[in-house]
């Protein structure tokens, strides 16, 4: 029989806010695999348990050599157990090459639910949450990171991004060159923690705020790209376009319907430009 990978979210500041499943995984798994075992330690001396099974590291440094490690402990029966220094395995922390080796192997994953900043920072941003995206950790290098912020400028839905404080500053000032200064924007810095602050605003004011240096762990949400403001388009254009649909075979009346709907327009607006084109000089 093989054993199971239970990923665990660990609490992203407030150790109460652990999950109770959390207690139960630590004390019957056989082996923990921990981003880093010193705070495990004192997750696990703070929540008030003692781990029965083996203690292994799993950190970016080694889960490539590790991987088959716990792999080969899955398919002899073990109970493996991940946890990463603060909320979900595998969002934007170790656990991904694991769970994909573990499925190919035919091994059962599971999950324990835990806090989430991602989550955390979204409701608390006032920004719409109906649709969100997570952008991970932009780029170190200056370069790079304006060329992932070109691409995502136009994006529609909430964005979420992770940042390091000693780059936080630099990060909103590229943001707000990419995004506009006024896109609205907030740096939530702490959740659950003592010194919980979000801070919310156009870009250009939290890039000037930041400026003087910003502690502690950081999510930033970013609202989405406006909607584009609808094409004009003459009454010759409209009517240069129904000519081009009828040419490549649709129905006077079906190419009508369609620039119509690819303008947002009515109907009757596009017909009247085809008659007026149908009866100029």
């Given at each position: 029989?093989?054993?199971v990978?239970?990923?665990a979210?660990?609490?992203i500041?407030?150790?109460?806010?652990?999950?109770?499943?959390l207690?139960?995984?630590?004390?019957?798994?056989d082996?923990i695999?921990?981003?880093?075992?010193?705070?495990?330690r004192?997750?696990?001396?703070?929540?008030?348990?003692?781990p029965?099974?083996?203690?292994v590291s799993y950190?970016?440094?080694?889960?490539?050599?590790?991987?088959?490690?716990?792999?080969?402990?899955?398919q002899g029966?073990?109970?493996?157990l991940?946890?990463?220094?603060?909320?979900?395995?595998?969002v934007?922390?170790p656990g991904?090459?694991l769970?994909?080796?573990?499925?190919?192997?035919?091994?059962k994953?599971?999950?324990?639910?835990?806090?989430?900043?991602v989550?955390t920072a979204?409701?608390?941003?006032?920004?719409?949450?109906?649709?969100f995206?997570?952008?991970?950790?932009?780029?170190?290098?200056?370069?790079?990171?304006s060329?992932?912020?070109?691409q995502?400028?136009?994006?529609?839905?909430?964005?979420?991004?992770?940042e390091?404080?000693?780059?936080?500053?630099?990060?909103?000032e590229?943001?707000?060159?990419?995004?506009?200064?006024?896109?609205?924007?907030?740096?939530?810095?702490?959740l659950?923690k003592t010194?919980?602050?979000?801070?919310?605003g156009?870009?250009?004011e939290?890039?000037?705020w930041?400026?003087d240096?910003?502690?502690?762990?950081?999510?930033?949400v970013?609202?989405?790209?406006?909607?584009a403001?609808?094409?004009?388009?003459?009454?010759a254009?409209?009517?240069?376009?129904?000519?081009v649909?009828?040419?490549a075979?649709?129905?006077?009346?079906?190419?009508?319907?369609?620039?119509?709907t690819?303008?947002?327009?009515?109907?009757?607006?596009?017909?009247?430009?085809?008659?007026a084109?149908?009866?100029a000089?």
């Amino acid at each position: 029989m093989t054993g199971v990978l239970v990923l665990a979210g660990t609490p992203i500041g407030d150790v109460e806010d652990a999950p109770p499943r959390l207690r139960a995984e630590l004390t019957g798994a056989d082996v923990i695999a921990a981003e880093d075992t010193r705070r495990l330690r004192r997750l696990t001396q703070a929540l008030g348990v003692a781990p029965a099974g083996r203690v292994v590291s799993y950190f970016e440094g080694n889960e490539v050599a590790r991987t088959p490690e716990l792999v080969a402990a899955l398919q002899g029966g073990a109970r493996v157990l991940l946890v990463t220094d603060a909320g979900m395995p595998s969002v934007s922390d170790p656990g991904y090459r694991l769970v994909d080796a573990a499925v190919a192997a035919g091994i059962k994953v599971t999950a324990v639910p835990g806090p989430s900043a991602v989550l955390t920072a979204l409701a608390l941003s006032a920004l719409p949450v109906d649709r969100f995206t997570f952008e991970g950790f932009l780029p170190r290098k200056a370069g790079d990171r304006s060329r992932q912020l070109a691409q995502v400028a136009a994006e529609p839905r909430t964005m979420v991004f992770f940042e390091a404080p000693h780059r936080i500053a630099e990060t909103l000032e590229a943001m707000a060159a990419a995004f506009g200064a006024d896109r609205p924007a907030a740096v939530c810095r702490e959740l659950t923690k003592t010194y919980e602050e979000v801070k919310r605003g156009p870009l250009g004011e939290l890039a000037a705020w930041a400026a003087d240096g910003v502690r502690g762990e950081i999510t930033v949400v970013v609202a989405g790209a406006p909607p584009a403001a609808p094409e004009e388009v003459g009454p010759a254009e409209l009517a240069r376009r129904v000519a081009v649909r009828e040419e490549a075979g649709e129905r006077r009346k079906e190419a009508i319907a369609a620039v119509a709907t690819e303008l947002g327009l009515r109907k009757s607006v596009v017909f009247d430009a085809v008659v007026a084109a149908k009866h100029a000089p």
